[in-house]
């Protein structure tokens, strides 16, 4: 995280910017310039040897603000000292306005002399706080000063000084390591000597324990100026000091966010992002800290998220979902991490997560009674491993109650305090962001899951006409979902519809837009439509659901354009119709391994607004026991080669039909590169069967009433032969009425055929290319009555139109014995 100019200078220690760009000069009690530095000579002009030993009106710009200076002394004397804004002339004649503080100082004779600061206001108040609101600050500032003579001996010093725990009389003739002995006093001295011998000014943090705060270790920032004399020499060291603690430990949590920014949240995870939490609390805020989440908003089942119960008296159910300890083991924790807990009604977590308010105890209270007494092992383990200091924050988003957030100290001794309270919440609401970003995408995830499952096929079903197995890899591997699809649709007559389409896009409004047409191709598949027509309907239904969406300015079009491959295959001929609208042909693998891609019309891509150019289809016979390949163009197409090149690994892949169909998927998606990144893959198998010819039976008759009778005597002696004597009496009567219908309104000449596969089909086929149309006949009708009659008696009933006229097929259920 990067801090704004703002930010970094509001850390910086209060009035230390101004105290290190000052410059700095010592006045005694009558108004004479007695020390000056290099700094100030920087800012005025005036060189030591210009002002050491004269009035110090002689920086005022005018001899009548000179004769107000008494009357101001004395002011100054009354309140200690003074801060504002003052005019003072520059050596080359201009009138600067500079920020200006006075501080008083006392010798060890009790006598007094003035430390005077000038800092440029235009050099400092640059977008971080205007004149009157820095005088404001600086004049509360606790700033120590104490003045060093060329030996390093203390001489002079103000009030608030002994801030660092050395009292006056402590320092006055004394140097810095017998005042204060150890390692401080010594870097201290050192950078004094450094300042001393330069001429310039340095600074430098150290540590000290006030008397005010004798168990705290203070932060403090000293500012070392050389004083100068008339002749340029060496006096002394003036060292101006401020306490940084709280800006040294605002710096250190502004650290922690930082991190925060950055290590939480990484993934979409959320028992990681929890555990990501509990790793930045430990060791930088806790020596040990939990991270409970609701068990309804992790994705260990398909439970709805719900809300905690928080008026409940029943144990809330958590999971703990991140753990960190500086203790190897993690000795303090009852429960390992991904297990069930229950959070009693009566304890500060459940108060939290009822009230949403942050429990803070500096004090862990752990003698007997109290709550955690409640549950026995979690009060062994607070004693055993020194817990004394606890915060419990937790964890909310969009109003709702994710679960909650424990930290503690154990082995640093110094309890949690309001500011560390004040950083957990912003860790934890930092957290709880990424973690109900998790949790949306872990259900939008399951959803995108759900609804791809739904859309493609469970299991592929191809009757006694092919044997199916597919692939499906999706482009967008996060969302698990994508636009390409398959499927294996049972039609009449024992054949069966292959169909493999590319939605243009990935993710979930490519599956949606996947889901319509699929649908689509089906309910067009049940009209018996042949390819090249079902393909010409599904263009006009893309069309128009991409003319609606573009009705809606806000939405975004649901389908943008697709291509598909729909083939029949007829296992009683072995022949198969084939079209295909922007799509890339099947391939035709031979027992031998030999592959071939069919020459089909390309067609256009659908819903591209070409619909007066036809799609055309091809029929081809398949060789026995072959198989057909149907894919999306993901599998074949790469930004490094032509599709060509991509379709001939895909032969290659494929030459190998002894294999098994789900063994051959698998290799053909492992060993054929591809773009999986950029694409959505789809991959159909399927090997075809021949019916066989015993299970057929077909015959011509002639357009004649007796051709009823003769029709109904052929069906039962093939029936009887077949085994199928119960079916013999619903047939006979199935068959009079196609029969009669296709003598009375159709045109002949007239086909009977029987096929027995998995169900009973019975076929009637005419010349005449009108359909059926079932009819409600009234009481008083004579006629009207046989489909009726024959939707009752089967388990379902159709028309296709074929080459020359028209079928009607009836199927019915075979008997259970068989």
């Known amino acids: 995280m990067m801090m704004s100019t703002d930010q970094a200078a509001l850390l910086e220690p209060l009035g230390l910017r101004e105290i290190s760009d000052a410059a700095i000069a010592m006045i005694d009690e009558q108004g004479t310039v007695v020390a000056w530095t290099q700094a100030a000579q920087h800012v005025v002009g005036y060189c030591a040897e210009d002002v050491v030993g004269r009035s110090a009106t002689l920086l005022l710009p005018s001899s009548e603000e000179a004769l107000g200076v008494s009357a101001f002394a004395e002011q100054c004397r009354a309140q200690g000292g003074w801060s504002g804004t003052a005019a003072v002339r520059h050596r080359d004649g201009r009138t600067l306005n500079l920020s200006l503080r006075l501080s008083l100082l006392w010798g060890q004779d009790a006598t007094h002399r003035w430390l005077v600061s000038l800092t440029d206001i235009g050099t400092l108040s640059s977008g971080m706080m205007n004149g009157s609101v820095r005088e404001s600050l600086l004049a509360r500032a606790p700033v120590g000063i104490a003045i060093h003579d060329s030996q390093l001996r203390c001489t002079w010093v103000n009030d608030t000084m002994e801030h660092d725990g050395i009292s006056r009389d402590r320092r006055f003739g004394r140097r810095l390591k017998d005042s204060l002995p150890g390692f401080e006093a010594e870097a201290l001295e050192a950078v004094m000597r450094q300042v001393l011998a330069s001429g310039t000014s340095a600074v430098h943090e150290y540590r000290a324990w006030p008397p005010e705060d004798p168990r705290q270790e203070h932060a403090f920032s000293a500012s070392f100026f050389c004083l100068q004399g008339a002749d340029g020499q060496a006096l002394g060291v003036c060292s101006i000091s401020v306490d940084v603690t709280s800006n040294q430990r605002a710096r250190e949590r502004l650290a922690i966010l930082s991190q925060a920014s950055t290590c939480i949240g990484s993934t979409l995870d959320i028992m ?159 957290a709880a962001l990424s973690l109900d970003n998790a949790r949306q995408y872990a259900r939008e995830h399951t959803t995108a899951l759900a609804l791809q499952c739904n859309l493609l096929p469970h299991r592929l079903r191809g009757g006694v006409a092919v044997e199916a197995a597919g692939r499906y890899l ?29 939605v243009v896009g990935h993710g979930i409004n490519a599956a949606v837009a996947m889901g319509r047409l699929r649908a689509a191709v089906r309910t067009l598949a049940d009209l018996d439509l042949p390819p090249d027509e079902l ?66 019309p390309a067609g256009a891509p659908l819903g591209l607004g070409l619909g007066l150019v036809p799609f055309d289809a091809v029929e081809v016979e398949l060789p026995e026991g072959c198989l057909l390949a149907f894919y999306t163009d993901g599998l074949v197409e790469s930004r490094d080669d032509d599709i060509d090149v991509g379709m001939h690994r895909l032969g290659t892949a494929l030459a190998q039909p002894e294999q098994s169909l789900e063994d051959l ?45 003769t029709a109904r005597h052929l069906a039962a002696h093939q029936l009887s032969e077949w085994g199928l004597e ?93």
């Not at 967008?476 to 024992?494: C, E, H, N, Q």
């Not at 649901?558 to 295909?580: F, H, K, N």
């Not at 591809?674 to 021949?690: E, G, K, M, W, Y």
């Open 272 to 430: 990681q992002t929890a555990q990501e939490l509990a790793n930045l609390a430990v060791p930088l805020l806790a020596d040990y800290a939990v991270v409970d989440l609701a068990k309804s908003i992790l994705p260990f089942g398909e439970e709805p998220v719900a809300r905690i119960d928080t008026m409940s008296d029943r144990p809330s159910v958590f999971r703990r979902a991140g753990l960190a300890s500086i203790h190897p083991g993690i000795p303090e924790s009852t429960f390992a991490r991904g297990e069930t807990i229950s959070v009693l009604p009566n304890s500060p977590l459940a108060s939290a997560l009822r009230t949403g308010r942050s429990h803070l105890e500096p004090v862990l209270d752990t003698t007997p009674g109290t709550w955690i007494d409640h549950d026995p092992a979690r009060a062994q383990k607070i004693r055993e491993n020194g817990v004394h200091s606890l915060m419990i924050v937790p964890i909310r988003a969009r109003r709702s109650v994710l679960g909650v957030a424990l930290f503690a100290r154990t082995e640093d001794p110094t309890p949690f305090r309001e500011d560390d309270l004040l950083l957990a919440e912003e860790l934890v609401t930092r």
């Open 474 to 502: 999706p482009a967008d591997t996060d969302a698990g979902v994508g636009g390409d699809w398959f499927d294996v649709i049972p039609l009449s007559g024992a054949r069966v519809a292959l169909v493999v389409g590319d």
């Open 535 to 600: 393909l010409a309907h599904l263009d006009d239904s893309v069309r128009r659901l991409t003319g609606e969406d573009d009705d809606a300015a806000d939405q975004i079009p649901a389908i943008m354009g697709a291509t598909c491959v729909y083939a029949v295959y007829d296992p009683a001929t072995r022949q198969c119709t084939m079209a295909r609208a922007g799509h890339p042909p099947p391939a035709i693998i031979d027992a031998q391994g030999q592959v071939t891609f069919p020459d089909l």
């Open 665 to 709: 998927c698998s290799s053909v998606v492992e060993t054929v590169p591809t773009q999986a990144a950029s694409d959505d893959i789809a991959l159909l198998l399927v090997r075809i069967h021949t019916l066989n010819a015993a299970h057929i039976a077909s015959w011509d008759l002639p357009t004649e009433p007796a051709a009823v009778s």
């Open 726 to 818: 119960q079916l013999v009496p619903t047939t006979e009567l199935i068959i009079s009425e196609l029969v009669t219908n296709a003598i009375h309104h159709g045109a002949g000449p007239i086909r009977l055929r029987l096929i027995q596969h998995q169900v009973l089909t019975c076929e009637v086929f005419d010349s005449k290319k009108c359909y059926p149309r079932l009819r409600h006949a009234r009481i008083v009708d004579e006629n009207g009555r046989g489909l009726f009659l024959i939707a009752h008696l089967s388990s379902r009933w159709g028309a296709r139109l074929e080459s020359g006229g028209k079928l009607v097929w009836v199927d019915q259920d075979l008997p259970s014995t068989l």
